[in-house]
T-cell receptor, first 113, second 115 residues
Framework: DSGVTQTPKHLITATGQRVTLRCSPRSGDLSVYWYQQSLDQGLQFLIQYYNGEERAKGNILERFSAQQFPDLHSELNLSSLELGDSALYFC????????????FGAGSRLTVL | AQTVTQSQPEMSVQEAETVTLSCTYDTSENNYYLFWYKQPPSRQMILVIRQEAYKQQNATENRFSVNFQKAAKSFSLKISDSQLGDTAMYFCAFNYGGSQGNLIFGKGTKLSVKP
C-alpha cells in the first residue's frame, strides 16, 4: 500500500456521461497530481494541485476539471465522456510542490462504452 | 520542451542474468531529477530508483543501478540477477526539479524475465 488512495478502482460508463474520480494523498503530502495512462498516449500529466491551489496544468481537456479540498483530497471530474477517454487515471502525491518525490496510487480504470 | 525517449519497446532476459534498459532525454535545464518506475501487471507505479543530476555518483538500489551520462543525456537502468518478479513495464521519467513540477515519462519498455 503506497498510502495514496484512489476510488473507484474500476468504473464503466456510457458516452456522454460524467464521472468523478477521488484521490486521498499520502499523509502529510500537500501536492496531488493527476495522470492519464492510455495505450496510444502513454502516461500524460493532467494537472497538479498544491495545498488547495492549482499549480500546474498539462494536457487536460476542457471537459475535465479537478479540485483539491481543504482536507487535501482531490477529485477529477470527467464530463461528456467519449470512447477515447477510456484509460487508467493515476493520482500521485508529494510532500511539497515539486515532483521529485512522487508516490502513486493504484489507479482508477475508466471504461467508456 | 523536455522529452524522454525509450528506444526498446520490449526486452526479455533469463532469470538470474543482467539486463540494461535504455533511456535518453532532452532538456536545457542543468538541475533536474531522473527516475525509473516499474509497473507490474497489478498496474501500480512503483519507484525503482532516482538520480539527481547534480550528483556524479550513479544511484544504486540493491539489484538496480543506473548509468547516468549527463553530457550524453543518457540514463540507463541495469537490473542484476533478474527475478521473475521483475517482469513489468519500466518507465523512465524526468522532472526538472522546479517548485512547479511534474514528471515527463517515456513510452516504456516491457521487460519479460524468463525462467
Amino acid at each position: 500500500d503506497s498510502g495514496v488512495t484512489q476510488t473507484p478502482k474500476h468504473l464503466i460508463t456510457a458516452t456522454g456521461q460524467r464521472v468523478t474520480l477521488r484521490c486521498s494523498p499520502r499523509s502529510g503530502d500537500l501536492s496531488v497530481y493527476w495522470y492519464q495512462q492510455s495505450l496510444d498516449q502513454g502516461l500524460q500529466f493532467l494537472i497538479q494541485y498544491y495545498n488547495g491551489e492549482e499549480r500546474a496544468k498539462g494536457n487536460i481537456l476542457e471537459r475535465f476539471s479537478a479540485q483539491q479540498f481543504p482536507d487535501l483530497h482531490s477529485e477529477l471530474n470527467l464530463s461528456s465522456l467519449e470512447l477515447g477517454d477510456s484509460a487508467l487515471y493515476f493520482c500521485a502525491s508529494s510532500p511539497n510542490s515539486g515532483a521529485n518525490v512522487l508516490t502513486f496510487g493504484a489507479g482508477s480504470r475508466l471504461t467508456v462504452l | 520542451a523536455q522529452t524522454v525517449t525509450q528506444s526498446q519497446p520490449e526486452m526479455s532476459v533469463q532469470e538470474a542474468e543482467t539486463v540494461t534498459l535504455s533511456c535518453t532525454y532532452d532538456t536545457s535545464e542543468n538541475n533536474y531529477y531522473l527516475f525509473w518506475y516499474k509497473q507490474p501487471p497489478s498496474r501500480q507505479m512503483i519507484l525503482v530508483i532516482r538520480q539527481e543530476a547534480y550528483k556524479q555518483q550513479n544511484a544504486t538500489e540493491n539489484r538496480f543501478s543506473v548509468n547516468f551520462q549527463k553530457a550524453a543525456k543518457s540514463f540507463s537502468l541495469k537490473i542484476s540477477d533478474s527475478q521473475l518478479g521483475d517482469t513489468a513495464m519500466y518507465f523512465c521519467a524526468f522532472n526538472y526539479g522546479g517548485s512547479q513540477g511534474n514528471l515527463i515519462f517515456g513510452k516504456g519498455t516491457k521487460l519479460s524475465v524468463k525462467p
